[in-house]
């Protein structure tokens, strides 16, 4: 798999993106045994964190940096989105205060990193240093 690089799948090597992943398959062995009456709140919430890597990578996959900082901006709005739900579920003992933390922490770095990101990007666009080619 590793020989299908181009620039259209740069996004795979931002660590904000692996980490996105991450916390998405966390989320899932967490989430496995849920009782049926909140399949849908579950369901619900590990869309918003799965949307967390899709919008970095939706983002970094448009050419402009005006539209990559608005996918980026979408990803830290599921950030919350996702933050209120575990949250939720911590609270109603839904999930465990170990299961809390562990999402947590990583979530915490992934939505830092991606502060970070939108950050570095605002201050390249301020500057004029971005190119929408596709010649590096």
């Not at 909140?38 to 590990?46: A, G, P």
């Not at 539209?67 to 919350?80: D, I, K």
Request: with cysteine; hydrophobic share 30%; charged share 30%.
């Amino acid at each position: 798999m590793d020989d299908r690089r181009n620039i259209n799948r740069g996004f795979k090597k931002l660590r904000v993106w692996q980490d996105a992943v991450e916390l998405y398959v966390l989320t899932c062995e967490t989430f496995t045994e849920t009782p049926f009456e909140l399949k849908r709140t579950i369901s619900n919430s590990i869309d918003a964190c799965q949307s967390i890597s899709r919008n970095i990578a939706e983002g970094y996959c448009r050419r402009g940096i005006k539209e990559y900082l608005n996918f980026l901006n979408y990803s830290l709005a599921s950030c919350g989105e996702f933050h209120s739900s575990y949250y939720s579920f911590n609270q109603a003992k839904q999930i465990t205060d170990e299961e809390f933390e562990l999402i947590d922490k990583l979530h915490y770095k992934v939505e830092n990193q991606l502060i970070k990101l939108i950050e570095s990007l605002q201050n390249k666009k301020s500057q004029d240093y971005w190119s929408d080619s596709f010649n590096i």
